[in-house]
Protein backbone atom coordinates (compact mmCIF):
# COMPACT_ATOMS: atom_id res chain seq x y z
CA UNK A 1 0.00 0.00 0.00
CA UNK A 2 1.16 3.45 -0.80
CA UNK A 3 1.69 6.24 2.07
CA UNK A 4 2.91 9.63 2.67
CA UNK A 5 5.00 11.35 5.22
CA UNK A 6 5.21 14.75 5.76
CA UNK A 7 7.16 14.92 9.31
CA UNK A 8 6.57 18.51 10.43
CA UNK A 9 3.41 19.45 11.37
CA UNK A 10 3.97 23.21 11.39
CA UNK A 11 7.04 25.26 10.02
CA UNK A 12 7.49 29.47 10.74
CA UNK A 13 9.62 30.98 7.86
CA UNK A 14 10.27 34.38 7.95
CA UNK A 15 9.36 36.58 4.59
CA UNK A 16 12.23 36.27 1.93
CA UNK A 17 13.70 33.13 3.36
CA UNK A 18 14.25 29.97 1.82
CA UNK A 19 11.50 27.21 2.76
CA UNK A 20 12.03 23.30 1.95
CA UNK A 21 9.12 20.55 3.33
CA UNK A 22 9.39 17.68 3.76
CA UNK A 23 8.11 14.36 2.03
CA UNK A 24 8.67 11.01 2.06
CA UNK A 25 6.34 8.19 0.39
CA UNK A 26 6.16 4.69 0.55
CA UNK A 27 5.17 2.97 -2.98
CA UNK A 28 5.78 -0.31 -4.77
CA UNK A 29 6.87 0.99 -8.09
CA UNK A 30 7.86 4.07 -10.05
CA UNK A 31 5.81 6.79 -8.13
CA UNK A 32 3.73 9.50 -9.10
CA UNK A 33 4.49 12.41 -7.05
CA UNK A 34 2.51 15.44 -6.15
CA UNK A 35 2.45 19.12 -4.11
CA UNK A 36 -0.92 20.57 -3.17
CA UNK A 37 -1.48 24.16 -1.32
CA UNK A 38 -4.37 24.71 0.31
CA UNK A 39 -5.26 27.99 1.79
CA UNK A 40 -7.77 28.25 4.50
CA UNK A 41 -11.34 27.00 3.68
CA UNK A 42 -10.25 26.42 0.18
CA UNK A 43 -9.62 23.91 -2.28
CA UNK A 44 -6.34 22.15 -3.35
CA UNK A 45 -4.60 23.82 -5.93
CA UNK A 46 -1.56 21.62 -7.89
CA UNK A 47 1.81 23.34 -7.41
CA UNK A 48 4.14 20.56 -9.27
CA UNK A 49 3.83 16.73 -10.22
CA UNK A 50 6.23 14.04 -10.77
CA UNK A 51 5.87 11.38 -13.21
CA UNK A 52 9.26 10.13 -15.13
CA UNK A 53 12.08 12.31 -16.60
CA UNK A 54 13.55 14.66 -15.02
CA UNK A 55 14.65 14.82 -10.81
CA UNK A 56 14.14 18.38 -10.61
CA UNK A 57 10.39 19.40 -10.94
CA UNK A 58 9.68 23.34 -11.83
CA UNK A 59 6.62 24.09 -10.91
CA UNK A 60 3.82 27.65 -10.13
CA UNK A 61 4.30 30.23 -7.73
CA UNK A 62 8.43 29.68 -7.66
CA UNK A 63 7.94 26.23 -5.94
CA UNK A 64 10.68 23.39 -7.16
CA UNK A 65 10.86 19.57 -5.96
CA UNK A 66 13.22 17.17 -6.17
CA UNK A 67 12.45 13.29 -6.52
CA UNK A 68 15.10 11.48 -4.65
CA UNK A 69 14.53 7.59 -5.66
CA UNK A 70 17.52 6.46 -3.30
CA UNK A 71 15.76 8.70 0.06
CA UNK A 72 12.31 7.86 -1.26
CA UNK A 73 12.10 11.84 -0.92
CA UNK A 74 10.08 14.49 -2.94
CA UNK A 75 10.95 17.43 -1.17
CA UNK A 76 9.67 20.67 -1.69
CA UNK A 77 11.01 24.13 -1.59
CA UNK A 78 10.88 27.76 -2.47
CA UNK A 79 13.77 30.17 -2.32
CA UNK A 80 11.94 33.31 -0.97
CA UNK A 81 9.03 33.06 0.49
CA UNK A 82 6.04 35.55 0.48
CA UNK A 83 3.67 36.18 2.94
CA UNK A 84 0.90 34.80 0.31
CA UNK A 85 2.56 31.26 0.56
CA UNK A 86 1.00 31.01 4.31
CA UNK A 87 -0.96 27.81 3.75
CA UNK A 88 -1.18 23.99 3.83
CA UNK A 89 0.70 21.94 1.94
CA UNK A 90 0.31 18.47 1.43
CA UNK A 91 2.20 16.38 -0.65
CA UNK A 92 1.04 13.16 -2.14
CA UNK A 93 1.47 9.88 -4.11
CA UNK A 94 -0.75 8.57 -6.85
CA UNK A 95 -1.65 4.60 -7.88
CA UNK A 96 -0.31 3.05 -10.75
CA UNK A 97 -2.58 4.94 -13.01
CA UNK A 98 -1.51 7.82 -11.40
CA UNK A 99 -5.09 9.33 -10.16
CA UNK A 100 -6.05 8.08 -6.88
CA UNK A 101 -4.08 10.06 -4.86
CA UNK A 102 -2.86 8.84 -0.69
CA UNK A 103 -2.24 12.95 0.67
CA UNK A 104 0.16 12.94 3.46
CA UNK A 105 -0.78 14.92 6.99
CA UNK A 106 0.06 17.88 5.76
CA UNK A 107 2.71 20.92 6.68
CA UNK A 108 1.07 24.00 7.83
CA UNK A 109 3.67 27.15 7.15
CA UNK A 110 3.21 30.05 8.56
CA UNK A 111 5.24 33.37 7.33
CA UNK A 112 6.70 35.99 9.39
CA UNK A 113 7.26 39.64 8.28
CA UNK B 1 -11.45 28.65 -17.95
CA UNK B 2 -14.00 26.50 -16.25
CA UNK B 3 -13.37 24.64 -12.81
CA UNK B 4 -14.83 21.82 -11.00
CA UNK B 5 -18.38 23.23 -9.49
CA UNK B 6 -19.24 21.92 -6.05
CA UNK B 7 -22.55 22.56 -4.61
CA UNK B 8 -24.24 22.99 -1.98
CA UNK B 9 -20.44 25.08 -0.70
CA UNK B 10 -22.26 24.80 2.86
CA UNK B 11 -24.50 22.36 4.50
CA UNK B 12 -26.00 22.00 7.88
CA UNK B 13 -27.85 18.96 9.48
CA UNK B 14 -28.64 17.43 12.27
CA UNK B 15 -27.47 13.56 13.14
CA UNK B 16 -29.39 11.31 11.46
CA UNK B 17 -30.67 13.14 8.14
CA UNK B 18 -29.72 12.64 4.74
CA UNK B 19 -26.75 14.76 2.63
CA UNK B 20 -26.77 15.21 -1.00
CA UNK B 21 -23.73 16.92 -2.19
CA UNK B 22 -23.08 17.76 -6.09
CA UNK B 23 -19.90 17.95 -8.40
CA UNK B 24 -19.87 19.21 -11.89
CA UNK B 25 -16.56 18.42 -13.46
CA UNK B 26 -14.62 20.32 -16.20
CA UNK B 27 -15.93 19.75 -19.42
CA UNK B 28 -14.89 16.67 -21.13
CA UNK B 29 -13.26 15.11 -18.00
CA UNK B 30 -13.96 11.40 -17.89
CA UNK B 31 -13.23 10.82 -14.01
CA UNK B 32 -14.76 11.84 -11.37
CA UNK B 33 -13.10 11.83 -7.28
CA UNK B 34 -14.62 12.27 -4.10
CA UNK B 35 -12.38 13.03 -1.14
CA UNK B 36 -13.28 13.79 2.61
CA UNK B 37 -11.26 16.03 4.73
CA UNK B 38 -11.77 16.25 8.48
CA UNK B 39 -10.88 18.53 10.85
CA UNK B 40 -7.42 19.69 10.72
CA UNK B 41 -6.88 16.17 8.21
CA UNK B 42 -5.50 15.12 5.23
CA UNK B 43 -8.19 14.44 2.71
CA UNK B 44 -9.16 11.10 2.20
CA UNK B 45 -9.95 9.21 -0.71
CA UNK B 46 -13.80 8.15 -0.97
CA UNK B 47 -14.57 7.16 -4.57
CA UNK B 48 -14.47 7.56 -8.01
CA UNK B 49 -15.94 6.80 -11.32
CA UNK B 50 -14.73 6.87 -14.99
CA UNK B 51 -17.22 7.03 -17.82
CA UNK B 52 -19.76 6.66 -15.09
CA UNK B 53 -18.85 3.08 -13.72
CA UNK B 54 -17.41 3.03 -10.00
CA UNK B 55 -13.61 2.94 -10.71
CA UNK B 56 -12.65 2.86 -7.32
CA UNK B 57 -13.36 2.27 -3.85
CA UNK B 58 -11.68 4.05 -0.67
CA UNK B 59 -12.70 4.43 2.81
CA UNK B 60 -16.34 5.56 1.96
CA UNK B 61 -19.15 4.26 4.69
CA UNK B 62 -22.02 2.05 3.60
CA UNK B 63 -24.16 5.07 4.61
CA UNK B 64 -22.78 6.85 1.03
CA UNK B 65 -23.29 6.19 -1.73
CA UNK B 66 -22.46 8.12 -5.22
CA UNK B 67 -23.20 7.89 -8.55
CA UNK B 68 -21.80 9.84 -12.03
CA UNK B 69 -24.39 10.56 -14.35
CA UNK B 70 -25.09 11.10 -17.98
CA UNK B 71 -23.97 14.32 -18.17
CA UNK B 72 -21.25 13.03 -15.97
CA UNK B 73 -21.81 15.44 -13.57
CA UNK B 74 -21.40 12.91 -9.72
CA UNK B 75 -23.65 12.87 -6.82
CA UNK B 76 -22.83 11.59 -3.06
CA UNK B 77 -25.19 10.91 -0.88
CA UNK B 78 -24.97 10.68 2.40
CA UNK B 79 -27.96 8.89 5.26
CA UNK B 80 -27.58 8.31 9.29
CA UNK B 81 -25.54 11.29 9.53
CA UNK B 82 -22.84 11.27 12.29
CA UNK B 83 -21.20 13.63 13.86
CA UNK B 84 -18.10 12.49 12.39
CA UNK B 85 -19.36 12.99 9.13
CA UNK B 86 -18.36 17.11 9.83
CA UNK B 87 -16.08 17.77 7.04
CA UNK B 88 -15.17 18.99 3.90
CA UNK B 89 -15.85 17.18 0.97
CA UNK B 90 -13.83 17.82 -2.61
CA UNK B 91 -14.81 16.59 -5.61
CA UNK B 92 -11.93 16.74 -8.80
CA UNK B 93 -11.50 15.80 -12.09
CA UNK B 94 -9.17 14.25 -14.79
CA UNK B 95 -9.26 13.44 -18.01
CA UNK B 96 -7.57 9.50 -18.93
CA UNK B 97 -5.13 8.13 -16.82
CA UNK B 98 -2.04 10.54 -14.92
CA UNK B 99 -4.33 13.47 -15.46
CA UNK B 100 -3.89 16.25 -13.55
CA UNK B 101 -6.64 16.26 -10.83
CA UNK B 102 -8.44 19.78 -10.92
CA UNK B 103 -10.14 19.95 -7.67
CA UNK B 104 -12.84 21.83 -6.43
CA UNK B 105 -13.69 24.23 -3.55
CA UNK B 106 -15.63 21.52 -1.34
CA UNK B 107 -17.84 21.65 0.20
CA UNK B 108 -18.43 21.79 3.91
CA UNK B 109 -21.14 19.98 5.74
CA UNK B 110 -21.58 20.59 9.50
CA UNK B 111 -23.56 17.63 11.42
CA UNK B 112 -25.10 19.06 14.42
Known amino acids: AQSVTQPDIHITVSEGASLELRCNYS??????LFWYVQSPGQGLQLLLK??????LVQGIKGFEAEFKRSQSSFNLRKPSVHWSDAAEYFC???????????FGGGTRVLVKP | AAGVIQSPRHLIKEKRETATLKCYPI?????VYWYQQGPGQDPQFLIS???????DKGSIPDRFSAQQFSDYHSELNMSSLELGDSALYFC???????????FGEGSRLTVL
Open chain 2, 92 to 102: ASSSGSHGELF
Open chain 1, 27 to 32: YGATPY
Open chain 1, 50 to 55: YFSGDT
Open chain 1, 92 to 102: AVGDAAGNKLT
Open chain 2, 27 to 31: PRHDT
Open chain 2, 49 to 55: FYEKMQS
